[in-house]
């Protein structure tokens, strides 16, 4: 099985986290896409809401996609969430698996100061999807795109390229990947709620009427 880990605080899961999701499973022939929220993250996070209510909104938002599945294995893991720990979790369930780590342009720079960032590519193969305000141009300083030429990069941005795969490590592939620029972000969303103002549309209306239900994202006196 070809599975795809998609990880995330997703706080809210949006529509650009499902699109995203759907076109690589698609691009890429997939077999699934796991959603995996994050327990504790290795960063404070002062905005983040308690794992279980943003694992219940993506659980609503992928009902019905037989593609998609989610995971708690990183909300069960005890004290913080690496990356490295939870691809190891999943190499030992999913052996007969090829896993496909999904990540932004934004993550990807900074993953040489992940936790044990060399060992994540040499256990999956690595998915860097174009992310809204970065382009692929600005990989060309990154440790791990030396096999990728400039050229290749500036085709991924105009649109001339699809997907580019390359050998990251000896036993996995990069596979550099342009999807519909959804400028959508978590944040901005948060923002809205707290400011009162309208979120349909940017989410689904099922995640859209857990967080009324639960009154998430809203400070004290702030407008339904």
């Not at 990880?7 to 499902?18: D, I």
């Not at 076109?23 to 997939?30: G, H, M, Y």
Request: glycine share 6%; with cysteine; charged share 25%.
């Amino acid at each position: 099985m070809k599975l795809g880990i998609y990880g995330g605080t997703f706080n809210p899961v949006h529509y650009g986290h499902l699109r995203t999701a759907q076109e690589i499973l698609e691009k890429l022939s997939l077999d699934k896409v796991m959603f995996i929220p994050a327990g504790k993250t290795p960063f404070e996070k002062p905005e983040l809401i308690k794992a279980t209510h943003r694992y219940k909104m993506v659980k609503d938002a992928i009902a019905g996609n037989p593609g998609f599945e989610i995971s708690d294995i990183e909300i069960k893991a005890k004290g913080k969430s690496f990356t490295i720990d939870t691809i190891m979790k999943l190499r030992d369930k999913f052996i007969d698996s090829e896993l496909y780590f999904i990540l932004g342009t934004d993550a990807f720079l900074d993953l040489p100061h992940w936790k044990q960032p060399e060992r994540i590519i040499h256990l999956a193969n690595i998915v860097i999807i174009a992310r809204p305000g970065f382009a692929f141009t600005d990989l060309s300083s990154s440790p791990y795109l030396k096999k990728v030429s400039a050229k290749v990069l500036k085709e991924l941005d105009r649109g001339a390229r699809d997907c580019f795969s390359f050998d990251i490590s000896r036993e996995q592939k990069g596979i550099l990947c342009k999807v519909t620029g959804l400028d959508i972000s978590a944040s901005h969303i948060r923002n809205l709620i707290t400011s009162g103002k309208n979120i349909k549309y940017l989410l689904p209306d099922s995640v859209e009427n857990y967080i009324i239900l639960h009154k998430l994202y809203k400070k004290v006196g702030a407008i339904r």
